[in-house]
């Protein structure tokens, strides 16, 4: 069997109802996969669902939970139990914009709560079913500025960075099990995360090419960095210190960022 199929006959994708989550569902799908989807907002995943069973005769089942909550994870590890799932993507995660002296901290522990706690918990329990399975794979999703810490969205790199470190020890330590994992740094990306993060992200890469990038990318590679905005800028910074990276990129960052998103907030 080649392409994704060899992972087969499910997946499962976090951030299903928006952006990269979305098109890798529908890759995944057109390419003969049943898809679980897994977000927040029912109605847009069940629209998916339909669509994707419609146009590509494939299974689906929705799980609408919020990865912020650890109820939300518990949910996806029992109700996919019984499942033959061969394919993990953990893409939901969002971004935070300002200073600590703007951020609440609130804001930031959720942000930890998704883009961190809730895909360790998920890598751990999928490595072990994918691992007792003896193949598969794992897709995690890191960002060009978790090479460096970035001033004005400090959390979020910071967060990126633990994914891209544990992308890189459990390649190593699921290999041996027939299990490919594969770190996916996108650089700025037109999807439905630059309003929720403050920014406006200007020409940015597509969802679809992420996602083509992704899948051209798994049991391939350890590391990919989709589209020409995030080559571009991975290639001009990489060989500067670490600390003039961390200005350059605060500069794009800075120069990204909606008006009405740079205030303090009030104390809590
Ligand atoms: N877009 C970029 O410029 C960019 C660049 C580098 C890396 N990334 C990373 O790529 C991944 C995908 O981002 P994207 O661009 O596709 O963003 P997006 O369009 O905003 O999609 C984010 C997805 O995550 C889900 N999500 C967010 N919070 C959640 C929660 N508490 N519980 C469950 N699901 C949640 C959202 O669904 P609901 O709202 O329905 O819950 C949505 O499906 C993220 O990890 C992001 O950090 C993005």
Redesign the pocket.
């Known amino acids: 069997m080649t392409g994704t199929l060899r992972y087969g006959p499910w997946a499962l994708v976090?951030?299903?109802?928006?952006?990269?989550?979305?098109a890798l569902s529908q890759q995944l799908a057109a390419q003969g996969l049943n898809v679980v989807l897994?977000?927040?907002?029912r109605d847009?995943l069940a629209t998916l669902a339909t669509e994707l069973s419609t146009l590509h005769g494939v299974q689906t089942s929705v799980l609408a939970?919020?990865?912020?909550d650890a109820v939300?994870v518990d949910v996806v590890e029992q109700q996919t139990r019984t499942l033959d799932i061969g394919l993990v993507v953990l893409?939901?995660?969002?971004?935070t914009t300002g200073t600590v002296l703007e951020t609440s901290s609130a804001d930031e522990m959720d942000l930890l709560a998704?883009?961190v706690a809730a895909v360790m918990r998920l890598a751990h329990t999928f490595s072990s079913r994918l691992a007792d399975r003896g193949t598969g794979a794992l897709v995690l999703?890191?960002?060009?500025?978790g090479w460096q810490g970035v001033p004005g969205q400090a959390n979020y790199a910071a967060s990126?960075a633990y994914v891209q470190s544990l992308a890189e020890g459990l390649q190593g330590e699921l290999r041996p099990f027939g299990v490919d994992v594969l770190a996916v740094?996108?650089?700025?990306?037109g999807?439905?995360?630059?309003a929720?993060a403050g920014l406006d992200?200007g020409s940015?890469t597509s969802?679809d090419t992420v996602a083509r990038s992704t899948l051209a990318a798994l049991g391939r590679r350890r590391t990919v960095v989709p589209g020409l905005q995030g080559k571009f800028l991975t290639a001009a910074l990489w060989s500067l210190p670490r600390r003039w990276r961390s200005a350059i990129l605060s500069r794009v960052i800075s120069g990204m960022r909606r008006r009405s998103s740079a205030s303090r907030p009030a104390a809590e």
């Open positions: 976090t951030g299903a109802s928006d952006g990269i989550g979305r897994v977000a927040r907002r847009a939970v919020d990865l912020g939300g893409a939901a995660g969002f971004g998704v883009n999703f890191g960002s060009i500025v990126k740094a996108p650089g700025p990306v999807s439905g995360f630059g929720r992200l940015a969802p």
